[in-house]
């Protein structure tokens, strides 16, 4: 079977690409959790700081400045606005923390891949100069949040 090949992505997106990266390194955290027996508190508590740090943050800019591009009729974007709310509802469900952490690592590795090898490629092929340089200003706008202080998936 043959590797697929990297996919080359545009300047303009790289840095939501690494924002994509910490996603999957949460849903790692979490199974690692989960197979370590920690407490879902302490799980909780690391998902609800990702989810105000990293996950709200990044979908915010997705929708304002991405999305655009391919607008809200396209399949894919009407997609990827689906799989944020209900991955914001599996974030914000206090009630049954335990099956959204379950849910949710899942969920949002699925929608990273889903962004990264189809719908990115689409609004790279789509998107003008001038929207690119667009998305390209929000450069400024991606921070770097602290670490996370209880690294309960190396315990």
Do not use: C
């Not at 939501?16 to 959790?33: V, Y």
């Not at 944020?84 to 949710?104: C, G, M, N, V």
Request: no cysteine.
């Amino acid at each position: 079977m043959e590797k697929p090949k990297p996919i080359k992505r545009h300047e303009a997106l790289q840095p939501l690409s690494r924002q994509h990266h910490f996603g999957l390194l949460f849903s790692w955290k979490i199974r690692k959790g989960f197979a370590k027996e920690i407490s879902i508190n302490r799980m909780k508590a690391y998902a609800d700081w990702f989810f105000e740090k990293e996950i709200q943050p990044h979908f915010k800019l997705e929708e304002e400045f991405v999305f655009p591009v391919l607008g809200p009729e396209d399949p894919l974007i009407e997609r990827a606005l689906q799989e944020h709310q209900e991955i914001r509802a599996l974030f914000e469900d206090t009630k049954e923390p335990l099956k959204s952490l379950h849910i949710l690592e899942e969920k949002l590795q699925n929608h990273i891949r889903f962004e990264e090898r189809t719908l990115f490629n689409k609004i790279q092929e789509a998107a003008t100069k001038n929207e690119m340089e667009k998305i390209d200003e929000i450069h400024l706008q991606i921070s770097t949040p602290d670490e996370y202080t209880d690294a309960f998936w190396e315990n």
